[in-house]
């Protein structure tokens, strides 16, 4: 951790002198500080893990079983769609027709079953 806040300081010098190159941005900065920030907190959570197994006699602590929760898998995004076409040919409708009446029968489908269960 020393090294690290050694290399901050000298981040920090280099950012004042306006003859180095590359001359690190405040961003740079702030980057640097929170990634030090996150390893501090580490280390202070594993502190806490000890004073907790110090406080019972040095034997782990058995935590409750956590359910699993399933996390449904991300939807991908579409891609934006063109531009419809103003005029529309009755095949396309007929297309959008047949989606429509599937979905339907689909979440029926999926209302029976939930039903069941």
């Known amino acids: ?3 690290k806040f050694q290399q901050f300081r000298d981040l920090c010098e280099e950012n004042l002198n306006p003859n180095a190159h590359p001359r690190p941005t405040s961003q740079d900065l702030a980057g640097f500080w929170d990634m030090l920030q996150l390893s501090i ?6 502190f806490d893990e000890l004073h907790q197994l110090k406080a019972n006699n040095w034997k782990p602590i058995e935590l409750p079983e956590k359910k699993e929760k399933r996390i449904p898998p991300p939807v991908p995004k579409k891609p934006p769609k063109a531009h419809a076409p103003l005029i529309r040919d009755r095949s396309l409708e007929s297309s959008d027709r047949q989606r429509q009446e599937a979905r339907k029968r689909l979440m029926a489908a999926k209302r029976a079953a939930s039903v069941r269960q």
């Open 41 to 46: 907190e580490s280390i202070s959570m594993k």
């Open 1 to 3: 951790m020393s090294q």
